[in-house]
């Protein structure tokens, strides 16, 4: 049942990609490229890859296997039959290099120099529209990024943020397609961004060709993952 599920989850994702969009990244007035000293945390050699900490449950579909990447690269694998089907790469930002995030933050009252109860309704209350407001500045500067490279040829449709538990903190979701004007997918993005008060998590992934690390080789098996990803993200172990 589970099987049916997720494949017939994955066909209909396929299908109402260019139909469900509910805005078009170009629309951000002005969109602009974000400039930030965020600077994320390098692998130590001597800590291993974060996954190997981080993980919870980790659920997959059927004869999958999902589990932290050998290496010290932050990345988690997604795999069957032996076989590599994608990654989900995961950058931590610590706030003390991230002038950009910093600012949003004092902007809306939240202390920056203290610490703070992050499981808290009113921590929550602020901090989510700070989040929220990341994601429509990254969304911007892809849109910006993408219409110098594809100009008319693709169309970039983002999908509205949704507040979600990422571990025990309170984060977004958030994702975006690049469509072909001739029908068809040329890249997809799934992303998840969280605050625990020191540390920004960035956790991304995406179908496109141009993307190094953080992706899968088949939009259909982005697609089949995508629910059991969110599932995850829901019971990483965060904050550290």
């Not at 209909?12 to 000293?37: C, E, H, N, T, Y």
């Not at 990803?229 to 904050?239: E, G, K, M, Q, V």
Request: hydrophobic share 40%; with cysteine.
């Amino acid at each position: 049942m589970l099987r049916l599920y997720h494949l017939l989850l994955g066909s209909i994702l396929l299908v109402s990609i260019p139909l469900g969009a509910k805005f078009v990244l170009p629309q951000f007035s002005p969109p602009k490229v974000i400039k930030s000293s965020a600077v994320a945390k390098l692998p130590n050699p001597k800590e291993g890859n974060i996954w190997q900490k981080i993980l919870g449950n980790a659920t997959a579909p059927t004869n999958w296997q999902v589990s932290a990447c050998e290496g010290n690269a932050p990345l988690l694998c997604v795999s069957s039959k032996g076989k590599r089907l994608g990654t989900v790469e995961i950058n931590i930002y610590p706030l003390a290099n991230n002038e950009d995030f910093r600012n949003k933050l004092v902007a809306a009252g939240i202390p920056t120099a203290s610490q703070v109860d992050y499981q808290s309704t009113k921590y929550q209350t602020q901090v989510l529209p700070v989040l929220k407001t990341w994601v429509v500045d990254h969304y911007a500067a892809f849109a910006k990024d993408r219409q110098s490279e594809y100009g008319k040829e693709i169309s970039f449709s983002a999908y509205p943020p949704q507040p979600v538990p990422i571990g025990k903190l309170q984060g977004i979701r958030y994702g975006f397609a690049g469509l072909k004007e001739q029908g068809g997918v040329q890249e997809q993005h799934i992303g998840h961004v969280a605050f625990d008060g020191s540390k920004l998590y960035v956790i991304t992934t995406a179908f496109d060709t141009g993307t190094q690390t953080g992706k899968f080789e088949k939009l259909e098996n982005l697609a089949i993952f995508q629910p059991y990803l969110y599932a995850i993200a829901s019971d990483l172990r965060l904050p550290q």
